[in-house]
């Protein structure tokens, strides 16, 4: 450069060397871009959103392993298994199935098996609630990431636009600075953005995983609670008669329908025997089988329904 300058001086004529950016353009010409340059141009910002990405991962990675686990667990023998015991009315059968098994529908039954004689259906909800809390277990922090990371690229929005505009009313001879509060801003905004779009994959994924596993203990529940009932009628003696001529279905002993057969009618002790309260009885337990029978064909409805479109996605 001094003998550019050296021999415009002497002769007069030649070209002057000048670098109007003052070595930025030598600089930028030199540095190579990577992640961690962008990383530390994007401001403090990047730490909380670093930390948000890292926890969203982890959190993936052990729902993935997660799930995998809870397939290789799968055992539709043991559940065939569970509900021949209870059909056979061995519950200490069903049991010891339930416990020899790491299948979470089974195990569940087992615990509602367990827990029938003080409430059949307030086991069966308890058991459910614990299985679906195993599944549940990592969805609140995806959920927390994929609203706090566009949150916090905001916030570095809002902080390198406010330094670069106490750069322009303040010191006009630093246009490198001024760019350098806008890209931390846009920095920050991209890698929020990019962290929450990330998160939300796994997070509906997880979701519909969850539903699927609830849908399948609600319709397992429903089979063990029909069967329950069943095994009930058939420990009483009693079959549900079918519907002739238009009349209301009855439940009747084994003795009633010999008689009736025989072409006797009932005994005559029967006949004045005040029924009113058995009768009551046979409507609800007939009323209860009916809601059981729905809400059963219901749930494998909705499951296929659900599995269809999982196979179409």
Known sequence: MQAGILS???SGEGLLPLDPSLGGALKALVQKTNLIHI?????????PLLVASILALGTVV?????????????????????????????????????????????RALGYAMAHKETSLASALLYAQA?????FQRGIP????????????????????MMGSFSLIGGELSAPGAITGGIAEALIATAFGLGIAIT???PFNFLNARTDEARHELESASTQLELRAVSMVLAGNGRHVQ?????????????????QTREGGGPARGDEERPDGELRRKRLEIRRMIAELQTELEDGQEAYAAKRERSAKE
Do not use: C, H, Y
């Not at 922090?141 to 390198?160: E, N, Y």
């Open 8 to 10: 415009l001086l002497q």
């Open 39 to 47: 990383f530390e141009k994007g401001g403090p910002i990047m730490w």
């Open 62 to 106: 052990e729902r993935v392993f997660f799930l995998m686990r809870e397939k290789m667990k799968r055992d539709p023998k043991a559940m065939e298994a569970f509900f021949a015991a209870v059909e056979r009315g061995d519950s200490e059968e069903a049991i010891r199935i339930s416990k020899g098994t790491k299948f979470f529908v089974v």
């Open 130 to 134: 614990q299985e679906l809390k195993r």
């Open 141 to 160: 922090v995806l959920d927390t990431v994929i609203t706090l990371a566009p949150l916090l690229g905001l916030l570095g929005t809002v902080t390198g």
């Open 199 to 201: 998160a939300l994959l």
């Open 242 to 258: 079918p519907v002739q001529n238009g009349e209301d279905a009855r439940t009747v002993s084994p003795q009633m329908a010999l």
